[in-house]
């Protein structure tokens, strides 16, 4: 009989304090207001699906193993609406896979892309509420922490330091379990995430760098080792050694359209503009596959950031009509999905590029860019390129009223930039500021402020990098002091500067012409003749 009442009074303590405890199902109400993305998997790059090779162990149901190594494939190369299906799959195979909820939290995260919107900064939060009222192991609950402090009081904290807090997170993950090889990849990832565009040592990447060339050569065919080794060396130092990767990555993962692309970064730092070509074609057609199999009305934003990268290719082969073909067809492009910072770029540079590398002042100086009911109130660093497109064509024409009208406006955008406290987009429209500034003073035949601020602006874009969305900045500041100083007589700096400039940008077209000019001027006959033929194998045109 005591022991009866023992067993009650038991009883009764659980069904008190049960439901401060961890549950074992999480309702059906918490799994739909995620608004998980379900439905079928759709991938164009190649006939079959093909995303390498990745395996993740977990404590999930056996039944999900299938689907849950194929999100993380997806995961890795940053395939993220298929992804969150994939995971969504789990979730409904086993609501009580804590992984499956982590991978919904990580495929809203997309580190080394923009910041997530408020909508998945939410849904991540509200993966992660559900996972943490599960049992899990030990190693699962890690993962989960170290995604989980990325989406902590993300309404107060800064992007930066919750990448920093993954970082950590990571770091905690990798180091507790040495023998998790997929820690050690996430990790790199998380190293690569929370790197600044100033750190000129590159001390993050070089770390996640030494990570993965010590997985690699044993999965050699995982898509996250050689994707995230692309990104770790997509600087102008360290380019070389992700060369092998990027040669490697389109093969290992055909399926994805940016797969295809990404190893056109490592292609365009190192110059190698045939290859950069192919890769974004072939990105470019899978996209449009994907966007018509996907049902998305107008264009998928996966295209337009290839078509930025070949426009960029074919102009520094002097491949002009080829470059206006893409050109054309962008003008055709008014709907596009998602609508962000890519789709943004994209609008603004490609025909910014064209009409400033051809020289072509007076079509800069009026330049009109489509689709003229675009959101750019919304994007002011993208923006900001229109504006200095037409301050530089304008100036360069001689109409400085215009010049300084197109001024004014880039002004307006830096301020909003630093009102926003986006330090580095407000930092490169300071830059551009300062460029027309040197190029309006010199049509006003002040050379001396001219190079003074030409120099000011090259040096400051030196101590930054590229942001990752794009292939190079829309006209180098270096590169630009070179042709101020040819244009002033001054070839021995001009020359000077143009080396300069393609130790950064190798096989740039304009400054392999300006450096055989100005090594021309300075009797340096071998090496303008060097210069000129590596111009000429570009199939280069004077400009």
Same mark, same amino acid.
């Given at each position: 009989?005591?022991?009866?009442?023992?067993?009650?009074?038991?009883?009764?303590?659980?069904?008190?304090?049960?439901?401060?405890?961890? !549950?074992?199902?999480?309702?059906?109400?918490?799994?739909?207001?995620?608004? =998980?993305?379900?439905?079928?998997?759709?991938?164009?790059?190649?006939?079959?699906?093909?995303?390498?090779?990745?395996?993740?162990?977990?404590?999930?149901?056996?039944?999900?193993?299938?689907?849950?190594?194929?999100?993380?494939?997806?995961?890795?190369?940053?395939?993220?609406?298929?992804?969150?299906?994939?995971?969504?799959?789990?979730?409904?195979?086993?609501?009580?896979?804590?992984?499956?909820?982590?991978?919904?939290?990580?495929?809203?995260? &997309?580190?080394?892309? !923009?910041?997530? !919107?408020?909508?998945?900064?939410?849904?991540?939060?509200?993966?992660?509420?559900?996972?943490?009222?599960?049992?899990?192991?030990?190693?699962?609950?890690?993962?989960?922490?170290?995604?989980?402090?990325?989406?902590?009081?993300?309404?107060?904290?800064?992007? %930066?330091?919750?990448?920093?807090?993954?970082?950590?997170?990571?770091?905690?993950?990798?180091?507790? +379990?040495?023998?998790?090889?997929?820690?050690? $990849?996430?990790?790199?990832?998380?190293?690569? @995430?929370?790197?600044?565009?100033?750190?000129?040592?590159?001390?993050?990447?070089?770390?996640?760098?030494?990570?993965?060339?010590?997985?690699?050569?044993?999965?050699?065919?995982?898509?996250?080792? $050689?994707?995230?080794?692309? &990104? !770790?060396?997509?600087?102008?130092?360290?380019?070389?050694?992700?060369?092998?990767?990027?040669?490697?990555?389109?093969?290992?993962?055909?399926?994805?359209? &940016?797969?295809?692309?990404?190893?056109?970064?490592?292609?365009?730092?190192?110059?190698?503009?045939?290859?950069?070509?192919?890769?974004?074609?072939?990105?470019?057609?899978?996209?449009?596959?994907?966007?018509?199999?996907?049902?998305?009305?107008?264009?998928?934003?996966?295209?337009?950031?290839?078509?930025?990268? =070949?426009?960029?290719?074919?102009? %520094?082969?002097?491949?002009?009509?080829?470059?206006?073909?893409?050109?054309?067809?962008?003008? #055709?492009?008014?709907?596009?999905?998602?609508?962000?910072?890519? $789709?943004?770029?994209?609008?603004?540079?490609?025909?910014?590029? +064209?009409?400033?590398?051809?020289?072509?002042?007076?079509?800069?100086?009026?330049?009109?860019? /489509?689709?003229?009911?675009?959101?750019?109130?919304?994007?002011?660093? %993208?923006?900001?390129?229109?504006?200095? /497109?037409?301050?530089?064509?304008?100036?360069?024409?001689?109409?400085?009223?215009?010049?300084?009208?197109?001024?004014? %406006?880039?002004?307006?955008?830096?301020?909003?930039?630093?009102?926003?406290?986006?330090?580095?987009? @407000?930092?490169? $429209?300071?830059?551009?500021? #300062?460029?027309?500034?040197?190029?309006?003073?010199?049509?006003?035949?002040?050379?001396?402020?001219?190079?003074?601020?030409?120099?000011?602006? @090259?040096?400051?874009?030196?101590?930054?990098?590229?942001?990752?969305?794009?292939?190079?900045?829309?006209?180098?500041?270096?590169?630009?002091?070179?042709?101020?100083?040819?244009?002033?007589?001054?070839?021995?700096? @001009?020359?000077?500067?143009?080396?300069?400039?393609?130790?950064?940008?190798?096989?740039?077209?304009?400054?392999?012409?300006?450096?055989?000019?100005?090594?021309?001027?300075?009797?340096?006959?071998?090496?303008?003749?060097?210069?000129?033929?590596?111009?000429?194998?570009?199939?280069? &045109?004077?400009?």
């Amino acid at each position: 009989m005591k022991k009866s009442v023992f067993s009650l009074i038991f009883i009764a303590l659980l069904l008190l304090y049960g439901c401060n405890q961890k !549950t074992n199902r999480p309702s059906a109400e918490q799994i739909n207001e995620l608004n =998980l993305k379900r439905g079928q998997l759709i991938l164009c790059g190649s006939p079959s699906m093909q995303l390498g090779t990745a395996e993740f162990k977990t404590s999930c149901s056996q039944k999900t193993k299938g689907d849950f190594d194929l999100a993380i494939k997806l995961l890795h190369s940053f395939e993220y609406d298929e992804a969150e299906k994939a995971f969504a799959k789990v979730i409904d195979q086993d609501p009580q896979c804590v992984m499956g909820y982590w991978g919904i939290a990580m495929a809203n995260f &997309h580190p080394l892309w !923009t910041p997530p !919107t408020e909508e998945e900064l939410q849904k991540g939060a509200r993966a992660i509420q559900v996972a943490r009222s599960l049992e899990t192991s030990e190693r699962e609950a890690d993962y989960l922490e170290a995604i989980g402090s990325f989406y902590q009081d993300w309404q107060k904290v800064d992007h %930066q330091t919750r990448c920093l807090r993954f970082e950590k997170g990571m770091e905690n993950v990798y180091k507790k +379990y040495p023998d998790d090889k997929e820690a050690a $990849v996430f990790y790199a990832l998380a190293l690569d @995430a929370a790197a600044t565009p100033d750190d000129q040592s590159f001390s993050k990447q070089k770390k996640a760098g030494d990570i993965l060339q010590a997985l690699y050569p044993g999965q050699p065919n995982h898509p996250g080792i $050689v994707h995230y080794l692309i &990104h !770790t060396y997509d600087y102008p130092e360290l380019a070389q050694q992700g060369l092998s990767a990027a040669r490697k990555y389109a093969s290992i993962a055909p399926s994805s359209a &940016h797969a295809l692309h990404m190893p056109s970064h490592i292609f365009t730092r190192l110059g190698l503009w045939n290859e950069c070509i192919e890769s974004n074609l072939a990105s470019v057609s899978a996209a449009q596959c994907y966007a018509q199999a996907a049902g998305i009305k107008g264009h998928w934003d996966e295209e337009l950031h290839g078509l930025d990268y =070949l426009v960029y290719a074919y102009l %520094q082969k002097g491949d002009n009509a080829s470059a206006k073909k893409q050109w054309d067809y962008l003008k #055709t492009i008014t709907e596009v999905q998602p609508v962000n910072f890519k $789709v943004a770029y994209a609008f603004a540079a490609i025909p910014s590029r +064209y009409v400033l590398e051809n020289k072509r002042w007076a079509e800069a100086a009026s330049l009109q860019v /489509t689709p003229v009911d675009f959101p750019w109130e919304n994007f002011p660093w %993208q923006a900001a390129i229109i504006h200095f /497109t037409r301050s530089l064509g304008s100036a360069h024409i001689g109409n400085l009223a215009a010049a300084r009208t197109e001024l004014t %406006q880039l002004d307006t955008l830096r301020q909003r930039l630093t009102e926003k406290k986006d330090t580095y987009k @407000a930092n490169q $429209v300071a830059i551009q500021i #300062t460029i027309a500034e040197a190029w309006l003073s010199l049509k006003e035949g002040n050379n001396r402020k001219a190079l003074m601020l030409m120099q000011q602006a @090259a040096d400051r874009e030196d101590k930054m990098q590229k942001h990752p969305v794009t292939p190079g900045e829309v006209l180098p500041a270096r590169e630009l002091l070179g042709d101020m100083l040819l244009q002033l007589g001054k070839p021995t700096e @001009a020359l000077a500067a143009y080396e300069t400039d393609l130790q950064k940008h190798p096989k740039r077209l304009n400054a392999l012409y300006g450096a055989g000019l100005a090594a021309k001027a300075v009797g340096a006959a071998q090496k303008a003749n060097a210069y000129f033929s590596q111009w000429t194998n570009g199939t280069g &045109h004077a400009p």
